[in-house]
């Protein structure tokens, strides 16, 4: 396990979201990236919650705001070094962004983003 800072982590998953191309960056719409210190049970690192743009026009094109979560302590407790949570945070963070655009888990293992 590899304590980060909370402060820290927030800037680690603020470095991955500036790292997303920004015509994608350009795209995504209404929604919120937290960072949480605690995930509810299982194995999730990340979670995206809300309505993925592909499914918007069915909501007549409004809906509440999306929320990706990002969990500063799971993701510490698989890593063995800073390095590694770097890396996953930036796994995580395109992984969960991915589904905000409609990409399923499936889509994702197979491009290697699972």
Do not use: K
């Not at 396990?1 to 927030?10: A, G, I, Q, S, W």
């Not at 979670?47 to 993925?52: A, C, F, I, M």
């Not at 991915?98 to 399923?104: K, N, P, Q, R, T």
């Amino acid at each position: 396990m590899t304590e980060v800072d909370p402060e820290r982590f927030r800037q680690l998953v603020a470095d991955a979201l500036d790292e997303l191309p920004p015509a994608l960056g350009d795209l995504m719409d209404n929604v919120a990236v937290v960072v949480n210190d605690t995930s509810p049970p299982g194995s999730l690192l990340g979670l995206y919650e809300g309505v993925p743009l592909t499914e918007r026009a069915e909501y007549g094109g409004m809906a509440m705001p999306d929320r990706i979560t990002v969990f500063r302590r799971a993701i510490c407790r698989m890593c063995a070094g800073e390095e590694e949570v770097v890396a996953q945070v930036r796994i995580t963070v395109v992984h969960e962004v991915a589904h905000h655009f409609g990409i399923s888990d499936e889509r994702l293992d197979e491009l290697g983003w699972a």
